[in-house]
């Protein structure tokens, strides 16, 4: 019930497509739905979170789509650059301070 | 934004020595902070949730007593790996939250090498 599958594990794109990295999660208590984005050697960078309230979230090139019905949610990242290579991990909250569990991560590598 | 500070960056130790590792959070007060471990092309694992004031939570198969987590004051939390092996070996990671409204907040991570 904690688990955060996401697929795919890795995607390959050219520069200016559209990636997009799907989980789905089964604890319906789960009400935070964040992305992060880390490179190698770094931690993990937020990118954009959502709530089971809204279905679609745009912050810059980044959009979540959220489908509480399913309890699914994906990452598209528009016009994707070679610095937009990394890997994407989604993850899930439930409340207040409780802990974020990650989905198994998303290694992206957009060619020139 | 809300900034986590982790250090050392990188640390190599001897097998059977101890490892301390910090966590702060520059401009908010964290009550709870949140350590995780990460391999190599592997997701992020929560090892613990530190508690200020209280005993951390750990999670099922985290020896509690080879990872000491102390977090004595608002902003500082530290995790110490003791008697060190090579197995210890990983990428660990803190978080923390600045309110509820707002997201988790990672340090830069510590990479540690038990030679």
């Known amino acids: 019930q904690q688990q955060v599958k996401q697929s795919p594990q890795s995607l390959i794109v050219q520069k200016g497509g559209i990636p997009i990295i799907n989980c789905a999660y089964e604890?319906?208590?789960?009400?935070?739905f964040p992305w992060y984005q880390q490179f190698p050697g770094k931690g993990p960078a937020l990118l954009i979170a959502?709530?089971?309230?809204?279905s679609e979230k745009k912050e810059g090139r980044f959009t979540i789509s959220f489908n509480k019905s399913a309890k699914q949610f994906s990452l598209h990242i528009m016009d994707s650059q070679p610095g937009d290579s990394a890997t994407y991990f989604c993850a899930a909250s439930n409340g207040g301070f409780q802990k974020l569990v990650f989905g198994t991560g998303t290694r992206l590598l957009v060619s020139p | 934004g809300a900034v986590v500070s982790q250090h050392p960056s990188r640390v190599i130790c001897k097998s059977g020595t101890s490892v301390k590792i910090e966590c702060r959070s520059l401009?908010?007060?964290?009550?709870?902070m949140f350590w995780y471990r990460q391999f190599p092309k592997q997701s992020l694992m929560l090892m613990a949730t530190s508690n200020e004031g209280s005993k951390a939570t750990y999670e099922q198969g985290v020896e509690k007593d080879k990872f000491l987590i102390n977090h004595a004051s608002l902003t500082l939390s530290t995790l110490t790996v003791t008697s060190a092996h090579p197995e210890d070996s990983s990428f660990y990671i803190c978080s923390a939250r600045p309110g509820q409204g707002e997201g988790y907040t990672f340090g830069s991570g510590t990479r540690l090498t038990v030679v």
């Open positions: 401009d908010f007060q964290a009550t709870t």
């Open positions: 959502i709530r089971p309230d809204v």
């Open positions: 604890n319906t208590a789960f009400d935070y």
